[in-house]
């Protein structure tokens, strides 16, 4: 088996301390090699801050938010499926809550993002694809553009084939879309799955990483402690911490000749 380069993203970084202090633990330990994050969250200015030292090391990005109560523009994700299907998406609207995340990941990393995803995917929701679209123009003008990530590219849904169906549906066209901007994303998806506290996490990322083929993007939700009470994932929260820095994973990496690596 030939080496690859898997880019591996703790997702949700800034939503709270035990998710900002899993993923770092992670990255120190080199068991991660991007982060996206939340740039409107109360606790981001100093968890950002944290992040500083390790710009080399890892791919930090934003997590574009429009469902989580820190955003002005936040809906219940029901909302913007709706309107993603009907006329008359405020994409002017959108587009100022993009440039208003963009700028304050910005300010703290005095850098702009390395790549853009988001939360829940909104960002790949048709009429939110075009405000991206839009907003990366304005801010990358000259400039090398982020990645995006593309969940159409999705390669498999781990033990949740219906939702990852579903994903897939929503979503489609958004790699195309990104492509007539100009814009670039991983070819390939993964880490997806049902988010259950007994699921097999292990065996999925052993799934996940035998199939990733070079710079291949996997999602994961790592956090210590015992989470909000308001976090619905949390147990698979610390389970995916647990496992991601076990030495189990470590071997299951150099077994699967797999180096976590930034996008470029």
Known sequence: MSPRRAILCADDYGQSEGICDGILR?????????????????????????????RQAVDLGLHFNLTEPFGRAARPLSYWLLRSRLP????????????????AFSQVQDALPDFIDG????????????????????????????????PDALADGGDAPFKARILKLLCRGMASRLRRGGVVSPS????????????DFPGLMAAWLAACPDRGLIMCHPAVGAGDADDAIAAARR????????EAFANLCRDQHISLGKAA
């Open 188 to 199: 390939w998806f993964a880490g997806v799955y049902s988010l259950r506290a007994s699921a």
């Open 119 to 150: 939360h829940e995917h909104v960002h790949a929701l048709p009429g939110v694809r075009d405000a991206l679209a839009a907003a990366i123009a304005l801010r990358w003008n000259g400039t090398d553009k982020p990645y995006v990530r593309a």
């Open 26 to 54: 992670l990255v120190e330990a080199r068991r991660l090699s991007a982060v996206s994050c939340f740039s409107l969250a109360p606790c981001w200015p100093g968890a950002g801050r944290r992040l500083l030292p390790h």
């Open 88 to 103: 008359g998406m405020p994409r002017q609207a959108l587009l100022s809550e993009l440039l208003r995340q963009i700028d």
């Open 239 to 246: 389970r995916e911490y647990d496992y991601l820095a076990s």
